[in-house]
């Protein structure tokens, strides 16, 4: 997620990489810990619920554009600080990358919610593969 807002005498911005393949996963071994995948939905819509509270509790005059890939990789990111970020990041929107730009608080709100009701946290490339060599036994 990619955001600038006003404050003080300037404009500042935030970057927010969320990973939800390490949901219940131990990281370092990539190793799934949790396999139950409403309890991993759970701490999902936990942590969005959690970042979309933060960000309405502490700011104001919120714009950006939240991207979304919903394939292995990582989401591209360009710098808030440039005039024309959300443009260059709805430019790279893709069937694997999703732009979802907002210009207002409320706008960013609605966008949450429907992330936090739709959304879903995938599981780590590890885990297709060990699942596959299960099933080839």
Not at 47 to 62: A, E, K, M, P, V
Request: proline share 4%; with cysteine.
């Amino acid at each position: 997620m990619l955001m600038k807002m006003p404050t003080r005498s300037g404009d500042y911005a935030i970057i927010v990489r969320y990973a939800s393949v390490g949901i219940g996963v131990d990281t370092d071994k990539w190793r799934v810990a949790i396999v139950d995948e409403q309890q991993r939905l759970n701490r999902h819509r936990a942590i969005l619920s959690t970042l979309h509270d933060t960000l309405l509790s502490h700011l104001t005059g919120l714009q950006g554009a939240i991207v979304v890939r919903n394939a292995v990789g990582r989401a591209p990111m360009y710098s808030a600080l440039m005039e024309d970020f959300i443009a260059r990041l709805s430019a790279m929107r893709s069937d694997a990358c999703l732009v979802y730009p907002f210009e207002t608080v409320d706008a960013f709100h609605t966008v949450m919610e429907n992330l936090v009701a739709t959304s879903a946290p995938c599981m780590p490339a590890s885990y297709h593969l060990q699942q596959q060599q299960e099933e080839k036994k």
